[in-house]
């Protein structure tokens, strides 16, 4: 019986600390927020532990010591008030005799372990926090004792429920010790990662905006030449032009990736934005030897939510990326259409090299791209720009077969 109730008793708290340590996490940098959390879970191990109707006399020597020192381990002050509180007053509602004495050793455990917390007594180790958790709970046991207080317990009972105590203690305190480092590691290594990634991102900047500066600034020290013809003097100012609106270029396109951000969210008619853009990437198809098609297969306007200027801008990346996949020619189509649900489609397909199963997941990670020189960020800018006017980017890839990308928007 005295066995049957502390592992629910255990089992009851661990779960309440489980519970604690998978949403505390979420909750950095907010401390009151936490120990508020952890009360809550604490009052409902409370109620649910009363609602099996334990022994008295198993109340006051395995479950106050114990969710009490859990407490205190975990977030302090608050907790462990709240704690002290509602398990002094199952003293009463449980009929306890010498709850007093009871109180008075929880109280006394629980300033001991306050102060232990502000004077920065509290190690991380496993070590320590079995050592301190073991004086803890020796402290309440010999203070309870101490003042005069005895269990309606045999020896043996006493016995066998005070090492219950002291080894699901420590069970408690190894899970939750085990559990919260295993969050700390990924934690760390999650950083590690960000801060990987920051510094990828500084070199790939340097290295996309210092080439076409350098070159803009070979152009420039050529125009400090004599005997330039006006042929010459405007090749090298239009190259020099070239190199700084590429460096602006770049530059703009990690803008729009670390914040993705459209002007202005207005009806536009998805036919005439496909319409507007035709002089440029029908020249753009016909240079690589590409036989180009526009099919609009629903009649009238199709219209959707966004930005003009970011609109044309993912098309553009898009287009761009289907013809640099066929570099021996091919065929490259864009449709239109509106589905039964209302939304407005948006396909653009190519002939190309295509991707692997493998390639195609990666795609919108940072730096990833299948092309020789490029940073994977347009496509990642593409994304981000869709997903900013509420839309949805699919892809579908097929090694030797060809992309397909699909835009899906919606009408309101």
């Known amino acids: 019986m005295i066995l049957a109730h502390e592992v629910n008793g ?3 708290l661990m779960a309440a600390s489980l519970i604690y340590l998978f949403l ?58 709240v704690t002290w509180i509602l398990f002094n007053i199952g003293n009463f509602v449980l009929d306890v005799n010498e709850a007093y004495a009871a109180g008075a050793a929880s109280f006394v455990l629980a300033a001991a372990g306050w102060l232990a917390g502000e004077r ?34 045999s020896a043996g009972e006493l016995l066998l429920a005070v090492t219950g105590t002291y080894l699901a203690a420590a069970a408690l305190t190894v899970v939750t010790h085990l559990v919260a480092n295993q969050q ?28 076409p500066l350098t070159s803009a600034l070979g152009f420039l020290q050529l125009l400090n030449k004599r005997e330039l ?20 270029h770049v530059v703009t396109d990690y803008l729009h990736f670390a914040k993705p951000a459209v002007d202005e969210i207005r009806q536009l008619d998805a036919v005439q934005e496909i319409e507007n853009i035709k002089p440029w ?51 490259l189509l864009i449709e239109t259409w509106r589905d ?9 397909k190519d002939t190309g090299i295509g991707m692997t199963d493998k390639e195609l997941a990666r795609i919108g990670l940072p730096f990833f791209t299948t092309k020789e020189k490029g940073t994977g960020l347009g496509l990642m800018v593409v994304i981000s720009l869709i997903r900013a006017m509420n839309g949805r980017l699919t892809i ?16 309101r």
């Open 10 to 12: 255990l089992l009851c």
């Open 24 to 81: 505390s996490p979420r909750m950095e940098g907010r401390r009151l927020n936490r120990s508020m959390l952890l009360s809550g879970l604490l009052v409902l191990s409370f109620f649910y532990y009363i609602a099996m109707e334990p022994s008295p006399a198993l109340y006051v020597v395995y479950s106050i010591p114990l969710c009490l020192t859990f407490a205190l381990m975990y977030e302090g002050t608050l907790p462990a008030v």
């Open 120 to 153: 920065g007594w509290l190690a991380e180790r496993l070590s320590h926090k079995l050592m301190r958790t073991i004086a803890m709970l020796t402290l309440y046991f010999g203070l309870y004792r101490l003042l005069g207080a005895n269990p309606e317990l």
């Open 184 to 211: 700390r590691q990924q934690e760390e290594q999650l950083n590690i990662e960000k801060y990987q990634m920051v510094g990828q991102l500084a070199a790939s900047i340097s290295h996309e905006v210092r080439n």
């Open 229 to 248: 013809s006006a042929e010459q003097f405007e090749l090298y100012r239009d190259q020099a032009i070239k190199g700084i609106e590429q460096a602006n």
């Open 281 to 331: 990437a029908i020249p753009l198809a016909e240079q690589s030897g590409i036989e180009f098609r526009i099919d609009h297969h629903s009649e009238g306007v199709l219209p959707i939510l966004g930005d003009s200027r970011k609109l044309q801008q993912c098309l553009y990346n898009i287009i761009k990326n289907a013809v640099e996949a066929m570099p021996n020619g091919g065929r």
């Open 340 to 348: 039964d649900s209302g939304s407005v489609g948006i396909r653009i």
């Open 396 to 411: 579908r890839s097929r090694p030797g077969l060809g992309t397909e990308c699909l835009l899906k928007f919606q009408t």
